[in-house]
């Protein structure tokens, strides 16, 4: 592989490079006008990984090294700059700087948006853009109509406001005035519109996709298969049948919100009780207000969102004791859909998506790449699985899985279940 590190500037960069293969290494600078950088990365084979720090003015740049089939790796600028002791910038030393901290695998690498993303974020502040001058607009319509004595401040913007502006005796100037700010104002009304549509479907259509996108590959150490005692010799099953019917497994998320955070998730038939469900663990804050106990630590917080078959929602955290002393309390805060709404029938699934079908909204469907992503994310485990790479764990009908799914979890960590008393699972 060749490593090059590249010190960029909108008209030019300086590189260093080296063939890991014969040992090669070089300098050299770019004029970007001059086509130097497409001639200087044609010369080497695709695959070859670039290292340069976080920076804009670059989208043609990406797309080169992307069409080239070149890997680039964008650093975090302050960590790189605190891996070397400089007294000032030198471009030479910053772009070998670059290259030895790709060689060296320290460079410290950041998630950059994807081309479709970065133009998502065109359409974003193209519409701020907009907004602003369009707010510039309405504050003088608004400043014509005070200096008339007309004050109706939002009301102006109302189908009575609009008529008063519009009615405003004013001098040859004011009016033409008038006139062309309420005619940008239109205009900017209908750009807008077409704008906050672009970015709502936007939205419901590749938010989830990047979620998905964005699941780590899942480690068979993370994962936990089972069946349960008497599957194999049910009717129809074959016997000695390696067939999971318990699945647990440890994932994460590489985004910007989720990252570092483990989501565990079960499922399994011939469970203790049929119930879907999700526990918000939340982490225990660093430092304690409450005196504890030596190696005593706060029960952290925990949000459960019951999805069925009692709908609701089950709140647990820790609570100062009424007084003057600093005893805490474990207390619990619930919601219930049938026992709050005095059990007002809820629709069921099917009725909801057989409705939203009817009225073209395609919110709570899953997209085409949607299900692809997510087979990605599980089809290397169930292959792993099905070659026998993974041991299969037994538990008996009615108890809540494999104990190794629960061994797995770590000593700080449990299944939670039964949202509406909160016993652990």
Known sequence: MVLIGSDFHPSWQQVSWLDRRTGETGDAKLVHEAGAAEKFYRQFPAGSRVGMEATGNCQWFVELLNRLGHELWVGDAAKIRASDDRQQKHDKRDARLLLRLLAEERFPRIWTPSREEKDLRQLLIHRYKLVGVRTQV???????????????????????????????????????RREDLLKMKTELDCQIALLDQAVLEAAEKNEKAKLLESIRPIALADTVRG???????AEGVTAGSQTATFAAIKLYIDNWRWQGVPFFLRSGKQLADKTTEISIVFKRPPH?????????????????????????????????????????????????YAQDFNGAPLPEAYERLLLDALQGDASLFTRADEVELAWKAIDPVICAWESGEVPLFFYETGSWGPYEATKFLGESRSWRGHCGDFDEA
């Open 138 to 176: 309405k504050n003088g319509l608004q400043h014509l109509a005070m200096n008339q004595g007309l004050l109706r401040k939002r009301r102006l913007w109302s189908a009575a406001g609009q008529k008063a502006l519009c009615e405003l005796p004013l001098a040859s100037w004011a009016s033409q």
């Open 227 to 233: 069946q349960y005692a008497g599957y194999a010799q």
């Open 288 to 336: 304690s207000l409450f005196p504890l106990e030596r190696g005593e630590l706060l029960t952290p917080n925990a949000l459960t969102l019951c999805i069925q078959p009692d709908e609701g929602m089950h709140l647990r955290f820790e609570a100062k004791l009424p007084g003057a002393g600093m005893k805490r309390q474990t207390v619990d805060m619930n919601m219930n």
